[in-house]
């Protein structure tokens, strides 16, 4: 059985997660995303990645058995400490794809499967579903990313409030925290998760990439996504589907104004 199943919809690369019961990130999970993701950064078919799950959860963060495994090493903490490295990898590598990803979450997505969600730029929840990084409760911390991006996401009272309570909450008070960008009912999710990648991927590749590339750079204190947006934005200007879209608009203005 494969865990990670990649397939296309015009634009779209979809990738979904099957490792049942619970998708538990593992390091043979680890593998399997860094294959795709060489297959993907290798062709240039597409401009979104859509990341969603097969079953009912989306992923239960790390596999049970990889945290006996941690406990029960001679030296637990370098045991973890590589678990953590290689992931951080896996999931530095989503967040610095210079395309659009997106992640929708049918089902509990809580502390390695949260922060596989974090590393993605989009994130759509079903109401129902349970989002949380619940570490601190068995004494550790959320180690794959999730302490940074989280913060860097909704500052640091509301990354308090998740991380130091490791109390999940449900999908709709995760878009009122900030946490997600969208939340519905689970019985629309797939719908209105297509639709919002199908309109993306309609958008002008370049334009996608060059706003990516601005949005991280606001984490700069030197005020570098100043200078990007003046010197990358003038050179959109200058590319040929940048010129139609402009001509077109430019024309379809003059038309309805008669």
């Known amino acids: 059985m494969t865990m990670l199943e990649l397939s296309r919809r015009g634009s779209v690369a979809v990738?979904?997660?099957?490792?049942?019961?619970?998708?538990?990130?593992?390091?043979?999970?680890?593998?399997?995303?860094?294959?795709?993701?060489?297959e993907l950064e290798a062709a240039d078919d597409w401009t979104v990645l859509h990341i969603r799950s097969q079953g009912k959860?989306?992923?239960?963060?790390?596999?049970?058995?990889?945290?006996r495994s941690w406990k029960d090493a001679p030296r637990p903490g370098r045991a973890l400490a590589g678990y953590i490295d290689r992931l951080q990898r896996v999931?530095?590598?989503?967040?610095?794809?210079?395309?659009?990803?997106?992640c929708e979450i049918g089902g509990a997505a809580l502390g390695g499967g949260f922060e596989?969600?974090?590393?993605?730029?989009?994130?759509?929840?079903?109401?129902?579903?349970?989002?949380?990084?619940?570490?601190?409760?068995?004494g550790l911390i959320p180690g794959l990313g999730g302490?940074?991006?989280?913060?860097?996401?909704?500052?640091?009272?509301?990354?308090?409030?998740?991380?130091?309570?490791?109390?999940?909450?449900?999908?709709?008070?995760?878009?009122?925290?900030?946490?997600?960008?969208w939340s519905c009912a689970r019985d629309e999710l797939?719908?209105?998760a297509r639709a919002v990648?199908?309109?993306?991927?309609?958008?002008?590749?370049?334009a996608l990439r060059v706003a990516k590339q601005c949005i991280a750079a606001a984490d700069d204190d030197r005020g570098q996504g100043y200078t990007l947006e003046?010197?990358?934005g003038g050179e959109l200007l200058e590319t040929p589907r940048t010129q139609e879209l402009i001509s077109a608009f430019l024309d379809k203005n003059k038309a309805e104004k008669g």
Request: net charge neutral.
């Open 15 to 38: 990738l979904t997660l099957n490792r049942p019961p619970v998708n538990a990130i593992n390091d043979d999970m680890g593998n399997a995303f860094n294959r795709v993701l060489d």
């Open 57 to 67: 959860v989306f992923a239960a963060g790390a596999d049970l058995d990889l945290i």
């Open 91 to 102: 999931y530095r590598r989503i967040e610095l794809l210079p395309k659009v990803t997106f």
């Open 116 to 138: 596989l969600a974090l590393s993605c730029d989009l994130r759509m929840v079903a109401a129902e579903a349970k989002i949380g990084l619940p570490e601190t409760g068995i």
């Open 147 to 181: 302490t940074q991006r989280l913060t860097r996401l909704v500052g640091r009272g509301i990354a308090s409030r998740v991380i130091l309570t490791a109390e999940p909450v449900d999908g709709a008070t995760a878009e009122r925290l900030g946490l997600v960008q």
């Open 190 to 192: 797939e719908e209105r």
């Open 197 to 206: 990648t199908n309109r993306i991927a309609g958008l002008p590749v370049e």
């Open 230 to 232: 003046r010197e990358l």
